[in-house]
């Protein structure tokens, strides 16, 4: 006897009426990470400090604003995750094959009505089922590993359109994936840089309207390049708090802030959406539509040849937050290292002109090498992606709905092996 099939508008109206536990209830997984189990960036590094006798003064400030999480995005228990969607934003692969597997078949009914979204821009739709209340789709470059102003711009938007909706809606807690870096070859380090600058100028911007912005990470390789740009961008002691404010930090020390020692990345491993490769859920943490977001991009067209290092799949061990000996030794590096370089600034302040959504769509993402035992790969060849992000749309529809079985999670090694057409 099938389910009866849901009509997503009824149970939008229900599910976002619920709160606390009746809203838990709902869940689809129970594996769950609630927010106040997420530290803070200063949290984990004056649990670090700590450990090591030093004392961190001072509280409050961007660093208290931010966290970097490294596991599947769908598990945690925010007001909204940000999904890297395609352009038809009726799912695919990657971490929006993920989302849409763990909100179930309401998510792709809500998504079919927003019409699709443009490069750069974004829209938001009910949880549903995830844990998450909201998700927030954006469609990130195609940047086929090189980047250019345009890939940059489109990057940058994606992050400030999400968090616009995040302040239009009251929402308090979002979590980003890696925007871009994965099928739609968008070099790693600069994926980053962009990212952390856009979202900490906007927490600058508008300190009172977000209580934590989450980076979540899924690759080794990812969690070391924030783990150290982070260190250099959100100082810990980067705002002063008056004396009479300071309280004696209670925080306990993270039960699993000793880090981890850097293991060789497994290229054979294959990641889940599903797989327990998260950051350690570590004490001390507080707390919490369809609108489309207009955002428009200026497009100098002016090439950048970027070598984009390879990706190689993380082995699925979990992972620590930073601890004190790399923290400390990353602050020192930090010290000796010139200033973290900023992509193209003027991307992040203004963005004017058309967004080019029909290059980005021509563009051909490259094709990843991830078993590529090079450290950069130069990107050759590339092959296409189906511009719907999927080989067609009723496919994808069945696919999420007869994925709701647990054990039919798109892996990445299954996405290798999805359409991917080439246009004549
Ligand atoms: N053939 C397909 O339809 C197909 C195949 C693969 C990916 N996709 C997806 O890829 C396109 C977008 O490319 P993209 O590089 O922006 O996204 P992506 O390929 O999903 O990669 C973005 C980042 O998310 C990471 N990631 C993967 N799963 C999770 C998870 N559960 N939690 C947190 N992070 C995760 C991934 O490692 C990478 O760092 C879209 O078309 C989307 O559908 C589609």
């Not at 450990?51 to 400030?61: A, D, N, Q």
């Not at 799912?91 to 078949?105: L, P, Q």
């Not at 390049?225 to 959100?234: D, L, S, V």
């Not at 020692?261 to 599903?274: L, S």
Request: net charge negative.
């Amino acid at each position: 006897m099938s389910k009866k099939k849901k009509d997503w508008k009824t149970e939008k109206e229900r599910l976002l009426r619920l709160d606390g536990e009746e809203r838990r209830k709902e869940y689809r997984r129970q594996d769950f990470i609630p927010l106040e189990k997420i530290p803070t960036w200063r949290e984990e590094n004056r649990a670090n400090r700590k450990e090591e006798g030093k004392e961190v003064p001072g509280r409050g400030g961007l660093s208290d604003k931010v966290s970097l999480y490294k596991g599947d995005i769908t598990v945690l228990e925010v007001d909204a995750i940000v999904n890297a969607a395609n352009s038809s934003l009726l799912g695919g692969g990657g971490v929006d094959g993920c989302i849409h597997k763990a909100a179930g078949s309401c998510l792709y009914d809500e998504c079919h009505s927003l019409n699709g979204c443009d490069t750069g821009k974004a829209k938001i739709t009910c949880g549903y089922d995830l844990p998450a209340r909201y998700v927030i789709h954006t469609v990130g470059p195609v940047a086929r590993g090189h980047v250019s102003t345009t890939e940059t711009n489109d990057l940058t938007s994606c992050y400030q359109n999400s968090l616009r909706l995040v302040k239009e809606h009251g929402l308090s807690s979002v979590a980003f994936p890696c925007i871009s870096t994965g099928i739609y070859g968008f070099p790693n380090e600069p994926a980053a840089d962009i990212a952390l600058k856009t979202v900490k100028r906007w927490i600058e911007e508008n300190p009172d309207s977000i209580t934590l912005v989450i980076f979540c990470v899924f690759l080794e390789t990812d969690f070391n390049i924030y783990k150290k740009k982070m260190a250099a961008i959100f100082q810990d002691n980067d705002m002063e708090v008056p004396e009479d404010q300071q309280k004696e930090d209670d925080t306990p020390p993270s039960p699993n802030s000793t880090v981890k020692e850097e293991t060789e990345e497994d290229d054979n491993a294959v990641i889940q959406c599903d797989s327990q490769i998260q950051s350690p859920a570590l004490g001390g943490r507080k707390e919490e539509t369809g609108d489309e977001e207009e955002g428009d991009n200026d497009a100098e067209e002016k090439e950048e040849d970027v070598e984009m290092a390879s990706q190689n799949p993380e082995d699925d061990t979990r992972d620590n937050a930073p601890n004190q000996e790399e923290t400390k030794e990353t602050n020192e590096n930090q010290e000796e290292k010139e200033e973290v370089e900023i992509i193209n600034d003027t991307a992040e302040g203004d963005n004017q002109g058309k967004n080019k959504e029909d290059t980005a769509e021509e563009d051909q993402p490259a094709s990843k090498d991830e078993d590529s035992q090079a450290t950069t790969v130069e990107m050759e060849d590339v092959s296409e992606i189906n511009d719907t992000g999927t080989s067609n749309r009723e496919e994808m529809k069945d696919h999420v709905e007869s994925s709701e079985e647990p054990n039919s999670i798109p892996t990445d090694s299954n996405q290798s092996k999805d359409t991917v057409e080439k246009k004549d």
